[in-house]
């Protein structure tokens, strides 16, 4: 399948293009996230702006670790996108639909990490940290919310094995996921599927860091970059305004 456009732009979502009520992006900005009526998530009016131009540059590709539900929520303005990697990648949204052949193949690929995975399960049903439902998000990887995540997360990092597994937290939540369904094997699987050039990427967290090393161009956070040394290759965003609006401008400005 040829590409829509030469680039390709991944980019992960929540702390890179929009922002939750919790943070602070000022009073320009366009609610872009509902949840059981309230607006839970935003982005910059600039962002909002930017987007639709780098849309008409190249072909946007968000990926998350956001299910297909989640991602659905999100409204950017550009309409139904192309392509979307949701679930960490392990399922993606061609025009909004799920690519069903896609699902199978992730589903073989984690089979290797499904011990690793059973043995999470069963550790987090029985930790008294965990504050939420454990969940084992589409057989793909595992997901729960604990208090003292730090300690949660070492515990699990000497119980699993991690030559198949990445134990990872965001705040109090909790992941484990297969090393095959790290983001940077989805998006060379996109790149394979859809023929694609040149990719672009962003992001903003240790989930993001095999994607940003994956693309041929990619945009880090300057605090990102310090905290697991990563010189070689990427821009750097020095962060004095919102990342998504640095980056986008970036990407209008000077990506041919």
């Known amino acids: 399948m040829k590409p829509l456009k030469n680039e390709i732009f991944f980019t992960d979502l929540d702390n890179t293009i929009i922002f939750s009520y919790k943070h602070d992006i ?15 998530s935003y982005v ?35 309409g139904i996108l192309p392509y979307a990697l949701v679930c960490n990648g392990g399922v993606m949204l061609e025009k909004g639909k799920e690519n069903k052949h896609w699902y199978q193949q992730s589903l073989v690929s984690v089979q290797s990490a499904y011990a690793e995975l059973q043995k999470a399960l069963e550790l987090l049903e029985h930790d008294r940290r965990r504050i939420f439902e454990l969940r084992f998000i589409r057989k793909l990887f595992v997901f729960t919310k604990c208090i003292e995540p ?33 983001k940077g094997e989805s998006i060379k699987r996109l ?11 962003a992001g903003d967290s240790e989930f993001d860091i095999s994607m940003l090393q994956a693309a041929d161009m ?18 750097i965003m020095p962060q004095k305004s919102p990342l998504s609006d640095e ?9 041919e």
Do not use: S, W
């Not at 909790?174 to 095959?180: A, F």
């Not at 790149?191 to 990427?201: M, V």
């Open 218 to 235: 990619a945009f880090v956070p300057k605090q990102l970059a310090d905290k697991y040394n990563l010189t070689n290759d990427f821009i």
């Open 150 to 182: 730090e300690a949660v997360i070492c515990t699990l990092k000497k119980h699993v094995d991690l030559q198949f597994v990445d134990v990872l937290n965001n705040n109090n939540k909790i992941y484990v996921v297969p090393k095959t369904l790290r």
């Open 44 to 78: 910059t009016k600039k962002t909002y702006c930017l987007l639709k131009q780098v849309a008409k540059k190249m072909l946007l590709v968000p990926v998350t670790t956001r299910t297909v539900e989640q991602y659905n929520r999100i409204d950017l303005g550009l």
């Open 247 to 255: 980056i986008l401008e970036y990407i209008v400005k000077y990506v």
């Open 26 to 40: 000022g009073i320009d900005k366009v609610n872009i996230e509902l949840y059981q009526g309230r607006e839970v």
């Open 191 to 201: 790149r394979h599927y859809i023929e694609g050039k040149k990719i672009l990427a």
